[in-house]
């Protein structure tokens, strides 16, 4: 159990796929270049074995945005993804609208 002051220090937002393609090496590791509205970064997923590149392309998540880069099969990741475990692999959380990239999920 985290606190409610924990929560609130996890910073959530939507963000807009740039580009997608499958890391190298691997059959479950994307790398997204992702849009945050006045910043670019990369997100290193393992949602290859339920997404394709072409798919992910204009698609609005949500990320976690503060935490700390780590490097994933020599690639830095700058954020993380929010996906469901399904039994068919992992579902993108995405909004139920248009939402413009950057904006804070509270």
Known sequence: MITCDQFKEIDLRIA???TAERVESS???LCLRISLGQEER???AGIGTRYRPEQLLGMEIVIVANLEPRKLMGLESQ???LAADSPAGPVLLVPGQEVPPGVEIK
């Open 16 to 18: 807009k796929i740039i």
């Open 79 to 81: 954020g993380m993804l």
């Open 27 to 29: 059959d479950r590791l």
């Open 42 to 44: 990369q997100i290193i």
